[in-house]
């Protein structure tokens, strides 16, 4: 079965740190990209950061750029989000998705939620003192 599975969030005080995973599918994790989304309440689907699995190469949203690091482990089919400095704007339900093999995303494409074939369900990320 093809999946995605968040995990990670939590309530965390101005100023702390996560780690979120997202548990791909080996079919769906090989030379894809993965990207987190996020969707604070009352809020659109925006793009967090993305990475490609084959090169390793990422993308950040500039909100998140200096305080959030994509990395992937190959091994594990997981990609991670490690999110430091965290503010009370970064509250949202976070998603992964992924393009699937072979799909690839350029700078101009990753937010792009079309891109994306494949969807998590969520987890959640609280942050407030």
């Known amino acids: 079965q093809v999946q995605l599975m968040e995990s990670g969030g939590g309530l965390v005080r101005p100023g702390g740190s996560l780690r979120l995973s997202c548990a791909a599918s080996?079919?769906?994790?090989?030379?894809?990209?993965i990207s987190w989304f996020r969707q604070p309440p009352g809020k659109q689907r925006e793009g967090v950061s993305c990475?490609?699995?084959?090169?390793?190469?990422?993308y950040y949203a500039d909100s998140v750029k200096g305080r959030f690091t994509i990395s992937r482990d190959n091994a594990k089919t997981t990609v991670y989000l490690q999110m430091n400095n965290l503010k009370p704007e970064d509250t949202a339900t976070y998603y992964c998705?992924?393009?699937?093999?072979?799909?690839?995303?350029?700078?101009?494409?990753?937010?792009?939620?079309?891109?994306?074939?494949?969807w998590g369900q969520g987890t959640q990320v609280t942050v407030s003192s």
């Open positions: 998705a992924s393009t699937g093999i072979a799909g690839t995303v350029v700078d101009d494409t990753w937010t792009d939620e079309d891109e994306y074939d494949y």
């Open positions: 080996e079919s769906i994790f090989s030379d894809s990209a």
């Open positions: 990475i490609d699995t084959f090169n390793g190469k990422a």
